[in-house]
């Protein structure tokens, strides 16, 4: 393979494993929630996230053998699955009530028996929503960033240019190889942050230390507003990744939760 150090040491392979990472300790975390709307006796949410961690993994995996290409495609895959849980959440909060505990929707798809809309139906909710309209505006305001990643994600996947298939083979001489790793350093970063912004604004429970269940699980009485003390995991990420990134977002998350985020 013409592969060399500085592609091997290049800072995306790091960054794939702390966002790995990331949904592995988010998935562990979050278990004890139940998600209401479904008949799931498990968060839904739980094996989503295990499931993307899995799709980083196999991005790294598959970067780091030279396949750009294919690491694409599965960018692409983690994209739609950031999508498909923003849109399973907030379809369920907007559906959700005592006089329909069940949301057929999402409860069929959990179920196997129902798809979900496509990609761009999915989307266009999203996007529509009055709920998300300070978040999307916020989102959407730098210059079609993530239409600007799907594009690309969609031009791997499709071949939809002759260069794209030629960065799938690992052993032609690619001068400019690693401007690839930049791009796509870029862009799962801002598809991570996306997913940040909507998980975290309208899931904000799961921010959620251990502090409060420890107590009862003790069988003492929490201390006043532990409920709200954030899990030193998401608040690291907050400060490593949202408040360096895009601080207008965290600080729109922040005004919007009782969670004590720093």
């Given amino acids: 393979m013409l592969i060399d150090d500085k592609y091997r040491n290049h800072k995306v392979f790091n960054r794939l494993k702390v966002y790995g990472e990331f949904y592995k300790t ?3 975390s979050i278990f004890g929630f139940i998600t209401q709307g479904t008949e799931s006796i498990v968060n839904i949410d739980t094996y989503l996230f295990s499931s993307i961690q899995g799709t980083l993994e196999s991005i790294h995996n598959t970067l780091y053998s030279g396949r750009i290409n294919d690491a ?15 849109y399973t959440n907030l379809y369920l909060e907007d ?9 057929e929707k999402i409860n069929n798809w959990v ?16 996007r529509n929503s009055e709920k998300l309209s300070r978040i ?4 959407y305001s730098k210059n079609d960033v993530y239409k600007v ?22 052993e032609l001489f690619l001068e400019n190889r690693i401007i690839y790793l930049d791009h796509l350093f870029n862009d799962v970063g801002n598809i991570f942050v996306f997913h940040l912004t909507y998980l975290f604004y309208l899931n904000d429970h799961y921010m959620m230390g251990s502090d409060y269940i420890d107590y009862l ?7 006043e507003g532990s409920q709200y003390l954030v899990a030193p995991f998401i608040q690291n990420i907050f400060d490593t990744e949202m408040k ?5 977002l965290y600080l729109e998350i922040k005004n919007h939760t009782p969670m004590l985020l720093n």
């Fill in 244 to 248: 360096t990134k895009r601080m207008d």
């Fill in 217 to 223: 699980d003790l069988g003492l009485t929490p201390e």
């Fill in 149 to 170: 990643i799907r594009n690309r994600c969609n031009d791997h996947t499709h071949y939809n240019f002759y260069r794209y298939a030629i960065y799938n083979d690992n």
């Fill in 136 to 139: 999307n505006e916020l989102l």
């Fill in 95 to 103: 559906n959700f009530s005592f006089a329909n505990f069940v949301v």
């Fill in 72 to 86: 694409y495609s599965l960018l692409r895959n983690y994209y739609d699955s950031v999508i498909i849980n923003t």
């Fill in 26 to 28: 988010l998935s562990e």
């Fill in 111 to 126: 179920k196997g028996i129902e798809k979900l809309p496509n990609y761009r139906q999915m989307s266009s909710y999203i």
